[in-house]
């Protein structure tokens, strides 16, 4: 039965950045949250949008590669994110990041500290190119109170 199915289902990871896919994303984020309210340890996660600004066509290689902007830009959130957060691309222009045993205020310095290295970095086939990035911080303990609610409304019904 497998064997008729195409393979592309199976996929956890985002072909052009690399990254982890929104689906293996979401497996993470369930135990992530689980294991921070099990053992009361505080968990952040960090949504980032980013905005280059460039001209489309700017962006295209003489070989037709349009993409290497964002894989670019994702080797660079390897690159600065810590070792045991999980990062991974969650649409075209957003990423996600999680951070176990970082409270929500750690995780905004840390969007702070993210995007000034971002204003100085220089992309190697575009160095004029600007990028920036917007980000929503939410997590444990800080917004368990506006969390609760939302859990309750999503909880399937009991008869």
């Not at 600004?53 to 810590?82: K, M, T, Y």
Request: charged share 30%; glycine share 4%.
């Amino acid at each position: 039965m497998y064997e008729e199915k195409s393979s592309n289902w199976l996929r956890l990871v985002d072909e052009e950045t690399g990254l982890y896919n929104r689906l293996l994303l979401v497996h993470h984020l369930n135990e992530s949250h689980a294991r921070a309210r099990r053992y009361h340890i505080p968990l952040s996660c960090i949504l980032l949008q980013v905005n280059w600004w460039r001209e489309p066509e700017e962006c295209i290689r003489e070989d037709g590669d349009s993409s290497f902007v964002i894989r670019e830009l994702a080797q660079f959130l390897i690159h600065n994110v810590r070792a045991g957060d999980i990062l991974g691309r969650w649409a075209a222009n957003e990423f996600l990041l999680i951070t176990p045993f970082t409270p929500p205020r750690a995780a905004k310095l840390a969007v702070k500290k993210l995007s000034d290295k971002l204003g100085n970095h220089e992309f190697r086939d575009l160095p004029s190119l600007t990028i920036t990035i917007r980000a929503g911080v939410s997590g444990l303990p800080d917004d368990e109170r506006e969390l609760r609610p939302i859990r309750r409304r999503s909880a399937p019904h009991r008869a």
